[in-house]
């Protein structure tokens, strides 16, 4: 039997899991990536759970114990910096760059196609053919969707499916270590570390070093802040020029009267543990959030992974481990099914659709008092936020148990 073979569209996170995973069960994978350039450069700091580098082993990738750190603790400040809530947790972190790095160096150069826009799929019983924006096209027995939350794939087959704003965004910056005053280094990086204002959730994470080799610790804020879709969203996506990029904005062009405006407000509402880090931060992302769900994951030969599919508010700190596991079921059906792919496609839409639907449904319920009143709708008004300490508990990837890697 010839080696089967597979179109990946995507070349981030999901599509790196998904196609590393696929070659060690025996494929041959082509990857499309719409960008031009590496993309490493692009994430922060993620919440992480035992499935992420477990998928990253099965790859061939080691896991030495830099790539993550340990959170003991959820603390809640006041504005005024005083601890007013903590809860023990066990918890792990990495950063985006060091699981994009080891998984793209995993993956050979001479399969990976930047530059490559897909426009849409043509499929029949037997094939399935990509086509892209330079007319280029190719062909495999199986086309996976990595290609995020505004995916041409889902449109392709689900024009009425479309990410749904929620009426706030986040707000992400990195801090090395030695930018933060030396009596708060200790908690910033054993302790997650939020601080309430209404409507508004800010916390820092410590994250993973660039790399092994001795560099200073990093560590994250991340601030939840309502924002009207059409005017203060817009505005902050307006760059110098006039010139708005819709809903989200490379950080380099945010404007400097933004960034100000910003780290005025982190003076004024946030802990000054973590309004340093909004101060110090170099380059803040700004990201509109999202809620996305599927109702189907597969379409004959053709399956999505990760964002494509389902969207969770980024206050559970799993999406990336589920791009893992996503990609991992997907291997283990096509497995499984030896070579019956609508066998395999129907086993893994069986195995994920409601794991992708919980964690949204997770996500929202913990970002739920962060939406604006709907002035229209009651219903939908300013949710009570839940007790400081049930929000704690609640937060992030959860307690890791039983933890593989060592300490
Ligand atoms: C504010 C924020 C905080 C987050 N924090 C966490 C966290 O703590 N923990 C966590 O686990 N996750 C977190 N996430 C989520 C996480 O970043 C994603 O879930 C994860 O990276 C999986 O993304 P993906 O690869 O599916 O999609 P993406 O990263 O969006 O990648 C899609 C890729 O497809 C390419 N592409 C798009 N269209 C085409 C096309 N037509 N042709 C070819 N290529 C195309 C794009 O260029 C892109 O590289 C956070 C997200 C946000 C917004």
Redesign the pocket.
């Known amino acids: 039997m010839s080696q089967p073979r597979a179109l990946v ?8 899991f998904t196609a590393n995973l696929l070659r060690t069960i025996g494929w041959h994978v082509e990857v ?4 031009n350039n590496d ?1 490493a450069g ?7 759970q035992a499935d ?1 580098f477990v998928a990253m082993q099965r790859i061939g990738i080691q896991i030495d114990r830099s790539i993550w750190t340990e959170v003991r603790s959820h603390i809640c400040l006041d504005q005024n910096g005083k601890s007013i809530c903590e809860v023990p947790v066990r918890e792990v ?1 990495t950063a ?1 760059d060091r699981v994009y790095r080891a998984l793209r160096q995993a993956f050979s150069d001479e399969h990976y196609h930047g530059g ?4 849409r799929c043509e499929q029949n019983e037997r094939r399935v053919v990509a086509v ?2 330079n007319d280029a096209r190719a062909e495999a027995d199986l086309l996976v969707g ?8 889902r449109r392709q087959f689900m024009p009425e499916i479309a990410p749904r704003y929620v009426g706030y965004v ?1 707000w ?1 910056g990195v801090v090395e270590e030695g930018q933060i005053p030396l009596r708060w280094r200790s908690q910033t990086f054993h302790d997650m570390v939020f601080c309430l204002a209404p409507g508004e959730l800010a916390f820092s ?1 410590p994250m993973a070093a660039y790399d092994n080799v001795g560099r200073a610790r990093r560590c994250m804020f ?1 601030w939840f802040r309502p924002a009207e879709y059409a005017s203060s969203l817009r505005q902050w996506c307006t760059d110098a020029t006039g010139h708005c990029h819709g809903d989200s904005i490379p950080p380099p062009l945010i404007r400097e009267e933004v960034l100000t405006e910003l780290k005025l407000a982190a003076r004024t509402l946030l802990a000054p543990q973590l309004a340093v880090l909004v101060a110090c931060a170099r380059e803040p ?1 700004l ?1 509109a ?1 999202f809620d996305l769900e599927v109702p189907r994951l597969t379409f004959g030969r053709v399956a999505l ?4 599919a389902f ?2 508010r ?1 206050h ?8 893992a596991q996503d990609a991992q079921a997907l291997a283990a059906a096509l497995v499984g099914a030896e070579g019956n792919i609508e066998a395999a496609l129907a086993s893994y839409e069986n195995s994920r659709k409601q794991a992708g639907s919980e964690l949204v449904a997770r996500g929202r319920r913990l970002g739920a008092h962060l939406e604006p009143k709907q002035p229209d709708n009651d219903t939908l008004g300013e949710r009570a936020r839940p007790p400081i300490d049930i929000l704690l508990r609640e937060y ?2 959860g307690n890791i148990a039983n933890w593989p890697f060592g300490d």
């Open positions: 569209i995507g070349g981030s996170l999901s599509g790196l499309f990536e719409r960008a993309l692009r994430g922060a700091g993620l919440g992480a992420l972190t985006w490559m826009t897909l426009t892209f924006a990595a290609d995020g939350m505004r995916s041409t794939v986040a992400r994470i991340v992302i990201s959030i992974v990760g964002d494509a969207v969770a980024p559970v700190g799993t999406a990336v481990t589920k791009a992030g990837p």
